[in-house]
Protein backbone atom coordinates (compact mmCIF):
# COMPACT_ATOMS: atom_id res chain seq x y z
CA UNK A 1 0.00 0.00 0.00
CA UNK A 2 1.37 3.57 -1.16
CA UNK A 3 2.70 5.78 1.69
CA UNK A 4 0.28 8.68 2.65
CA UNK A 5 1.72 12.17 2.22
CA UNK A 6 1.08 13.86 5.39
CA UNK A 7 1.25 18.40 4.16
CA UNK A 8 1.84 20.51 6.61
CA UNK A 9 0.84 24.09 5.63
CA UNK A 10 -1.74 25.18 2.86
CA UNK A 11 0.08 27.95 1.79
CA UNK A 12 1.04 28.35 -1.84
CA UNK A 13 3.79 25.67 -2.22
CA UNK A 14 1.78 23.25 -0.12
CA UNK A 15 -1.29 23.30 -1.99
CA UNK A 16 0.49 23.36 -5.14
CA UNK A 17 2.04 20.28 -4.16
CA UNK A 18 -0.79 18.56 -2.41
CA UNK A 19 -3.33 19.26 -5.79
CA UNK A 20 -0.36 17.75 -8.11
CA UNK A 21 -0.31 14.76 -5.52
CA UNK A 22 -3.98 14.08 -5.42
CA UNK A 23 -3.84 14.56 -9.41
CA UNK A 24 -1.65 11.94 -9.70
CA UNK A 25 -3.79 9.45 -7.45
CA UNK A 26 -0.70 9.79 -4.58
CA UNK A 27 -2.49 9.13 -1.63
CA UNK A 28 -2.38 12.53 0.00
CA UNK A 29 -3.98 14.61 3.43
CA UNK A 30 -3.83 18.01 4.80
CA UNK A 31 -2.94 19.24 7.64
CA UNK A 32 -4.65 22.42 8.95
CA UNK A 33 -3.88 24.35 12.21
CA UNK A 34 -6.99 23.92 13.88
CA UNK A 35 -10.78 23.13 14.21
CA UNK A 36 -12.07 26.17 13.02
CA UNK A 37 -9.75 25.84 9.90
CA UNK A 38 -10.48 22.39 9.44
CA UNK A 39 -14.53 23.65 9.17
CA UNK A 40 -14.04 26.29 6.41
CA UNK A 41 -11.93 23.89 4.23
CA UNK A 42 -15.25 21.69 4.80
CA UNK A 43 -17.19 24.24 3.36
CA UNK A 44 -14.18 24.70 0.34
CA UNK A 45 -14.62 21.19 -0.60
CA UNK A 46 -11.05 21.43 -1.32
CA UNK A 47 -7.86 22.58 -2.41
CA UNK A 48 -8.29 24.18 -5.90
CA UNK A 49 -5.19 24.19 -8.56
CA UNK A 50 -5.20 27.10 -11.28
CA UNK A 51 -2.82 26.17 -13.84
CA UNK A 52 -3.08 27.84 -17.51
CA UNK A 53 -6.31 29.81 -16.44
CA UNK A 54 -7.53 26.70 -16.10
CA UNK A 55 -9.27 25.47 -12.34
CA UNK A 56 -9.40 22.32 -10.78
CA UNK A 57 -10.41 21.14 -7.60
CA UNK A 58 -9.31 18.46 -5.53
CA UNK A 59 -11.32 16.82 -2.81
CA UNK A 60 -7.76 16.11 -0.54
CA UNK A 61 -9.35 14.74 2.93
CA UNK A 62 -7.95 17.61 5.50
CA UNK A 63 -7.27 16.73 9.57
CA UNK A 64 -6.08 18.66 12.35
CA UNK A 65 -2.40 18.38 14.62
CA UNK A 66 -4.25 16.18 16.69
CA UNK A 67 -5.59 13.77 14.63
CA UNK A 68 -4.47 9.94 15.56
CA UNK A 69 -3.24 8.42 12.27
CA UNK A 70 0.83 7.81 12.44
CA UNK A 71 2.66 9.78 9.74
CA UNK A 72 5.36 8.29 8.05
CA UNK A 73 6.11 10.89 5.42
CA UNK A 74 5.25 14.81 6.18
CA UNK A 75 6.11 17.60 3.91
CA UNK A 76 6.56 21.31 5.65
CA UNK A 77 5.12 23.71 3.83
CA UNK A 78 5.18 26.54 6.33
CA UNK A 79 6.79 29.50 6.67
CA UNK A 80 10.19 29.34 8.45
CA UNK A 81 9.43 31.06 11.26
CA UNK A 82 5.85 28.58 11.59
CA UNK A 83 7.96 25.65 10.98
CA UNK A 84 9.71 24.56 14.33
CA UNK A 85 6.17 25.53 16.48
CA UNK A 86 4.01 23.56 13.67
CA UNK A 87 6.24 20.65 13.48
CA UNK A 88 6.22 20.37 17.27
CA UNK A 89 2.58 19.92 17.36
CA UNK A 90 2.60 16.77 14.67
CA UNK A 91 5.97 14.98 16.53
CA UNK A 92 3.82 12.87 18.96
CA UNK A 93 2.11 11.45 15.55
CA UNK A 94 5.97 10.73 13.52
CA UNK A 95 6.37 6.89 13.05
CA UNK A 96 9.71 5.47 13.67
CA UNK A 97 12.14 6.66 10.68
CA UNK A 98 9.38 9.05 9.51
CA UNK A 99 10.72 11.05 6.63
CA UNK A 100 10.13 15.56 6.58
CA UNK A 101 10.54 17.48 3.52
CA UNK A 102 11.14 20.78 4.56
CA UNK A 103 10.33 23.47 2.18
CA UNK A 104 11.65 26.44 3.64
CA UNK A 105 13.14 29.58 2.29
CA UNK A 106 16.53 30.64 3.81
CA UNK A 107 18.10 28.71 6.31
CA UNK A 108 18.41 28.20 10.31
CA UNK A 109 14.79 26.72 10.49
CA UNK A 110 15.77 23.62 8.95
CA UNK A 111 18.47 22.30 12.35
CA UNK A 112 15.71 23.67 14.14
CA UNK A 113 13.29 21.39 12.83
CA UNK A 114 15.48 18.73 13.41
CA UNK A 115 16.86 18.70 16.60
CA UNK A 116 13.26 18.40 17.73
CA UNK A 117 12.53 15.16 15.97
CA UNK A 118 16.11 12.82 16.00
CA UNK A 119 13.96 10.21 15.30
CA UNK A 120 12.72 11.26 11.91
CA UNK A 121 14.66 11.77 8.50
CA UNK A 122 15.37 15.65 7.38
CA UNK A 123 15.53 15.82 3.57
CA UNK A 124 16.02 19.74 2.74
CA UNK A 125 14.41 21.26 -0.54
CA UNK A 126 15.05 24.52 -2.47
CA UNK A 127 12.08 25.01 -4.95
CA UNK A 128 12.14 28.07 -7.74
CA UNK A 129 8.77 26.93 -8.57
CA UNK A 130 5.92 30.30 -8.20
CA UNK A 131 2.72 30.21 -7.04
CA UNK A 132 0.49 32.57 -5.04
CA UNK A 133 -2.88 32.35 -3.24
CA UNK A 134 -5.55 34.54 -4.70
CA UNK A 135 -7.74 33.22 -2.13
CA UNK A 136 -8.64 30.53 0.79
CA UNK A 137 -7.38 27.27 -0.40
CA UNK A 138 -6.90 28.22 -4.12
CA UNK A 139 -3.32 28.52 -5.62
CA UNK A 140 -2.34 30.06 -8.95
CA UNK A 141 0.61 27.97 -10.89
CA UNK A 142 2.35 30.91 -11.90
CA UNK A 143 5.76 29.79 -13.00
CA UNK A 144 7.28 26.61 -13.91
CA UNK A 145 10.32 25.85 -11.98
CA UNK A 146 12.64 23.13 -10.13
CA UNK A 147 13.15 21.82 -6.85
CA UNK A 148 16.23 20.27 -5.88
CA UNK A 149 16.15 17.63 -2.56
CA UNK A 150 18.88 16.53 -0.38
CA UNK A 151 19.92 15.21 2.49
CA UNK A 152 23.43 16.35 3.91
CA UNK A 153 24.07 13.29 6.31
CA UNK A 154 22.29 11.02 4.28
CA UNK A 155 23.02 11.30 0.81
CA UNK A 156 21.01 8.02 -0.98
CA UNK A 157 17.80 9.31 -2.59
CA UNK A 158 14.71 7.89 -1.13
CA UNK A 159 12.54 5.76 -3.48
CA UNK A 160 9.65 8.06 -3.05
CA UNK A 161 10.50 10.66 -5.50
CA UNK A 162 8.43 8.56 -7.94
CA UNK A 163 5.66 10.25 -6.48
CA UNK A 164 7.22 13.24 -7.67
CA UNK A 165 7.70 12.04 -10.89
CA UNK A 166 3.85 10.93 -11.23
CA UNK A 167 2.62 13.97 -10.28
CA UNK A 168 4.84 15.97 -12.53
CA UNK A 169 6.74 17.74 -10.17
CA UNK A 170 9.88 18.85 -11.99
CA UNK A 171 13.16 17.90 -9.30
CA UNK A 172 16.14 16.20 -8.78
CA UNK A 173 18.23 14.70 -5.92
CA UNK A 174 20.88 16.92 -4.64
CA UNK A 175 24.48 15.63 -2.84
CA UNK A 176 25.43 19.07 -2.19
CA UNK A 177 22.33 20.73 -1.10
CA UNK A 178 23.58 22.89 1.31
CA UNK A 179 25.20 24.73 -1.98
CA UNK A 180 21.58 24.98 -3.40
CA UNK A 181 20.28 26.29 0.17
CA UNK A 182 23.45 29.00 0.27
CA UNK A 183 23.19 29.95 -3.11
CA UNK A 184 19.39 30.54 -3.02
CA UNK A 185 19.89 32.53 0.24
CA UNK A 186 22.65 34.90 -1.43
CA UNK A 187 20.08 35.34 -4.33
CA UNK A 188 17.53 36.01 -2.09
CA UNK A 189 19.61 38.66 0.20
CA UNK A 190 20.67 40.18 -2.85
CA UNK A 191 17.43 40.97 -4.29
CA UNK A 192 14.47 40.81 -1.68
CA UNK A 193 15.20 43.72 0.74
CA UNK A 194 15.87 46.35 -2.10
CA UNK A 195 12.95 45.02 -3.67
CA UNK A 196 10.85 46.29 -0.51
CA UNK A 197 13.48 49.39 0.78
CA UNK A 198 12.81 50.77 -2.84
CA UNK A 199 9.45 49.95 -3.63
CA UNK A 200 10.10 47.91 -6.48
CA UNK A 201 9.83 45.20 -8.45
CA UNK A 202 12.55 42.88 -8.81
CA UNK A 203 13.76 44.48 -12.92
CA UNK A 204 13.68 47.88 -10.41
CA UNK A 205 16.82 47.12 -9.04
CA UNK A 206 18.32 47.49 -12.44
CA UNK A 207 18.57 51.20 -11.35
CA UNK A 208 20.48 50.21 -8.52
CA UNK A 209 23.28 48.27 -10.00
CA UNK A 210 26.02 49.57 -7.67
CA UNK A 211 24.22 48.64 -4.83
CA UNK A 212 23.43 45.14 -5.72
CA UNK A 213 27.23 44.90 -6.90
CA UNK A 214 28.26 45.65 -3.51
CA UNK A 215 25.99 43.54 -1.63
CA UNK A 216 27.10 40.63 -4.12
CA UNK A 217 30.77 41.25 -3.00
CA UNK A 218 30.10 40.91 0.74
CA UNK A 219 27.91 37.85 0.39
CA UNK A 220 30.68 36.30 -1.87
CA UNK A 221 32.75 36.81 0.90
CA UNK A 222 31.02 35.53 3.73
CA UNK A 223 30.17 31.99 1.58
CA UNK A 224 33.91 31.23 1.09
CA UNK A 225 34.35 31.86 4.60
CA UNK A 226 31.28 29.07 5.46
CA UNK A 227 33.02 27.09 3.34
CA UNK A 228 31.01 27.48 0.34
CA UNK A 229 32.31 28.54 -2.29
CA UNK A 230 30.52 26.89 -5.27
CA UNK A 231 27.86 28.78 -3.70
CA UNK A 232 30.01 32.15 -4.25
CA UNK A 233 31.17 31.14 -7.46
CA UNK A 234 29.49 33.85 -10.14
CA UNK A 235 27.11 35.45 -7.74
CA UNK A 236 27.27 38.63 -9.04
CA UNK A 237 26.12 37.24 -12.61
CA UNK A 238 23.66 35.07 -11.42
CA UNK A 239 22.13 38.05 -9.33
CA UNK A 240 22.03 40.03 -12.51
CA UNK A 241 20.16 37.18 -14.62
CA UNK A 242 17.64 36.50 -12.14
CA UNK A 243 16.57 40.43 -11.63
CA UNK A 244 16.53 40.57 -15.63
CA UNK A 245 14.62 37.46 -16.01
CA UNK A 246 11.80 38.13 -13.52
CA UNK A 247 12.07 41.52 -13.84
CA UNK A 248 8.01 42.19 -13.96
CA UNK A 249 7.36 39.97 -10.47
CA UNK A 250 7.30 40.89 -6.65
CA UNK A 251 9.73 39.50 -4.83
CA UNK A 252 8.59 36.95 -2.38
CA UNK A 253 9.26 39.63 0.51
CA UNK A 254 7.84 42.52 -1.22
CA UNK A 255 4.25 40.69 -1.38
CA UNK A 256 4.83 39.90 2.40
CA UNK A 257 5.20 43.02 3.49
CA UNK A 258 2.63 44.35 0.48
CA UNK A 259 -0.22 42.27 2.42
CA UNK A 260 1.51 43.26 5.59
CA UNK A 261 2.08 39.72 6.34
CA UNK A 262 5.36 38.86 8.63
CA UNK A 263 8.58 38.58 5.87
CA UNK A 264 11.22 35.79 6.73
CA UNK A 265 13.96 38.39 7.24
CA UNK A 266 15.34 36.19 10.54
CA UNK A 267 15.83 33.36 7.70
CA UNK A 268 17.58 35.11 5.10
CA UNK A 269 19.37 38.49 5.95
CA UNK A 270 19.39 37.70 9.69
CA UNK A 271 20.60 34.83 9.39
CA UNK A 272 23.70 35.78 7.08
CA UNK A 273 24.54 38.28 9.71
CA UNK A 274 24.49 35.99 12.26
CA UNK A 275 26.82 34.25 10.72
CA UNK A 276 28.82 36.43 9.30
CA UNK A 277 29.26 37.78 13.25
CA UNK A 278 29.76 34.16 14.52
CA UNK A 279 33.09 34.40 11.84
CA UNK A 280 34.26 37.32 13.31
CA UNK A 281 33.45 39.12 9.49
CA UNK A 282 32.79 42.64 8.98
CA UNK A 283 30.55 43.12 6.40
CA UNK A 284 29.23 46.80 6.47
CA UNK A 285 26.70 47.39 3.68
CA UNK A 286 25.21 43.82 5.00
CA UNK A 287 24.16 44.88 8.34
CA UNK A 288 23.30 48.04 7.26
CA UNK A 289 20.86 46.89 5.06
CA UNK A 290 19.44 44.71 7.90
CA UNK A 291 18.60 47.77 9.94
CA UNK A 292 17.49 49.54 7.29
CA UNK A 293 15.35 46.58 6.51
CA UNK A 294 14.16 46.28 10.26
CA UNK A 295 13.09 49.81 10.68
CA UNK A 296 11.65 50.07 7.17
CA UNK A 297 9.31 46.83 8.76
CA UNK A 298 8.59 48.64 12.23
CA UNK A 299 7.67 51.73 10.53
CA UNK A 300 4.52 49.74 9.37
CA UNK A 301 4.35 47.63 12.33
CA UNK A 302 5.56 44.51 10.79
CA UNK A 303 8.06 42.15 12.64
CA UNK A 304 11.03 42.62 12.40
CA UNK A 305 12.67 39.47 13.62
Known amino acids: ???????????????LWATRLARAEVPVRLIVRDA???QAYGVAG???????????????????PDSGEPINRLLVACKAYDAEQAVARVAPRLAPGAELIL???GLGSQD?????VPQARCICASSTEGA?????????????????????????????LDDLDAAGIPHQWST???????????????????????????????????EVATLCGELTELLERCGQPAAAEDLQSEVERVIHATAANYSSMYQDVNHRRRTEISYLLGHACKVASRHQLNLPHL???QQRLRTHLHSLGLPSD
Open 1 to 15: MPTTWHVLGAGSLGT
Open 112 to 116: AVAAQ
Open 176 to 210: DILTRLWRKLALNCAINPLTVLHDCRNGGLQDHHC
Open 46 to 64: GLTLVEHGESQCYPVPAET
Open 132 to 160: FRDGDWRVIFAGHGYTWLGDAGHPVAPIW
Open 103 to 105: LQN
Open 287 to 289: NQL
Open 36 to 38: ARL
